[in-house]
């Protein structure tokens, strides 16, 4: 690391000891980024830059007619600024000076130092071992790591672009297959625009010796981040996936509207981790990443199993639903969510667990933390399909209020159509027990260490599920945020 | 105004109405008149309000209606069965109180009671005051359409202080009607401070006739009262009961309500408590036991906007043949409601291979020093527990029996009066035959 890099480190963990965003800087690089405003055009331009086939592009303009015609969704129990979406950047990709760079060496040093600075070391020779990454600036993947040693697997790692070019058959056979283009107004958004994400494929029985993981980071001001994640696997294998996210401080809004798909046919297993941490904005609100993501995941085999595990520190709005379809008979879907508020951040999250098959097990575990004058809800649904013979599903959303001035709901809507399913749900709200606490302090810890200790607790069944590295970012990450925000 | 299009289809609704101008006050003309426009514009709900999202009204906006004319008992011989000579009984035909069959002459001290229509022709302002003031809830088409058509109701007044031993069994039967009639039945509760009152408010009809019973129920309770307050649904196979009950709770006072949901095709209860004033403390307990097509769509509100006040709520249902239930129980705690205790069950069991449940549970909290939970569980019997009895020779039919009927006397015998828990059984008993 050079010293550079190392002063700017320190300075971050300065702004971090002051409870502030440590991610909030701004890497200043060359740009190419075509005028704002969203129409036909626009979906044509980002089409082409990517050199995509023609039937990528009829598939976007197809998106786009059919999210022409939809409306904003007006539901949800709280307010955002009316987004205008002619006012908007749909592309912004760092210019490099070798326009394809054939391997990570050839990356923009500057790029390469942003997200050392983030703390996810590219370059060859400083990578951990264990994890394989694509790093994703603004609209353009900027480099994969690892690749080389997937492929012995025959695992497919790379960028969406590459497999658009490279691998079009599956691209084209499981695109959309899990949340279709007209899936609702966001999703519909994303599959006109969207710019890059990640592509992986497991073949047939293999495990995946690595982690993998997508880092996205959103620099460029004005722009909207549309990322599509597809991951498949086939029969018999694993893979457990990561993914983090970072964003500048700024005043304004941006909007950030990804699209996640996962299938996994017979006897597969996915394993996806989220830790979200965007800009969400300062003390009054202002500024701030509108997260508003659709994640779903099917389990298309017998003996299927999809896990989403996330950790939603981040984002002025956070307003998304990973879900599971269980298609397959034996499937399993599981949920654990950590959501954290403060200041005026809201969070809409919680999952759908749509149970077909036969004999097929859902678990949900949500954990919602809200301070300041955070709103913080829980929105989830349980559907029991006719066909869903034996179906179990248990469910449990826990609230925690810090300070008077913050909300916690829980909207749990269960469906039930088949009289052999059991299912059985709760939830509860309450503050920090002050037996606890006096516990706590009489032993000598101080406010902060105690309250940090009993969050850890209250939120230890969702990060015992994370991969260790990731766990261990997470408690840091919910320690500093809480910091400053009670007493 | 007349020739717009009306939410419902009612026949000679002009004429009904310029009968109930010509017999009312100028405050019950424009109450209704203020009723009947925003019934108007609000039109009838459908599956996409999100509080009618699993129950169709198509059935219902597609029929032809008329108002209830006749008000005469007919068939009588049941309805002595179902009363108790014990009560204090208050006798309603099709929303119109009805003397002769009413224990209206020896009433103990402290209780008044009288129709509603009169009531309010005395410019009874307690009475004004409070169904002006209490919120309309999510069933405000109902609401409305009942404000804007109600013919007369009764209002039960317990005054301050005064202990009222008997049950107080306010009867609202169906009878006598042609096909495809609104009946409106209208009560008003006004409990003083410090009183103590039972009351069981039932909603039955022996005739095998299709209806709609479109019901409202406003209770106020004053500071420490103690009310145990049982809605009994048990209308007629075809009927669709749309019931709307509003309860205000003031300072100290306490409420143990029972929704009992029986009889009917399609049924609709709305029930809402305000709580406004501190340390109060209700119970929201209820049961559905369905069999056949039945339907019952079961929301109800706890709006808290006061501290140190605890509230629980049971609900239990049991799914038979084809029949569906809908739970949605939302508990609303604001911000300076501190120190509330708040739990909330919703258990399903589901006996019928097609019986259907949509529940939904719901928190909304703004206040942090309160412990509030919330709780569903839906499943059929345990087989493990039918083979331990079967395994201690009781036939599968018998344990089946004995399970179920602990699943709902776990629930009936939350009921604390004998005469009130009596007549629910009964009526179970006759739905239930082959299961209690």
Redesign the interface.
Known sequence: MSDAIKQKELEDNKLAGAGEYRYGFHTVIDEDKPPKGLNEDTVRLISARKKEPEWMLEWRLKAFRHWQKMQEPSWPNFEYGPIDYQDIYYYAAPKQKNASPASLAEVDEELLKTFDRLGIPLSEQKRLSGVAVDAVFDSVSVGTTHQGELAKHGIIFCSFSEAVTHHPELVKKYLGSVVPYADNFYAALNSAVFSDGSFCYIPKGNRCPLELSTYFRINSENTGQFERTLIVAEEGSYVSYLEGCTAPTRDTNQLHAAVVELIALDNAEIKYSTVQNWYSGDKEGKGGIYNFVTKRGKCAGVNSKISWTQVEAGSAITWKYPSVILQGDNSQGKFYSVALTNNRMIADTGTKMVHIGKNTKSTIVSKGISSDFAHNSYRGLVKIMPTADGARNFSQCDSMLVGNNCSANTFPYIEVKNNTAVLEHEASTSKINAEQMFYLRSRGLDLEESISLIINGFCKDVFKELPLEFSVEAVKLLEMKLEGSVG | MMTQQLPLNIEGLEQYQSKLESASGAWLKAFRQKAFDQWSAIGMPTLKD?EWK?LSLADLVNRRFQIATHHKLIEDKQFENYRDKGDINIVLVNGVLWGELSDLKHLPAGLTVSSLDAALAHNNAEIQDTITKLVPNDTKAFLWMNQALFLDGVCVQVAKNAVIEPVVHIIHVTSGIAPETIVFPRTFISVGEAAQVNILESHICFEPVSYLSNAVTDMRIASNAVVAYCKAQAEAHQAVHVGTTRIWQEKGSSLDSFSFNHGGLLTRNNLSILIKGEGTHTIMNGLYGLNGNQQVDNHTLLDIQHPNCTSYQLYKGL?NDKSRAIFNGKIYVH?VA?KTNAYQLNK?L???????????????????????????????LSQEEIFYLQSRCITQQMAIQLLSKGFIDDIINTIKNDSIRGKLSRLLLKRFPEVL
């Open positions: 999100e699993y799914l911000a501190q399903h589901l006996l019928g291979k097609e019986a259907r449940v949509d529940t939904k549970p719901q928190l909304e909290i703004f206040a942090d020093d309160v412990k509030c939970t919330h709780g569903a569980t839906i499943g059929q």
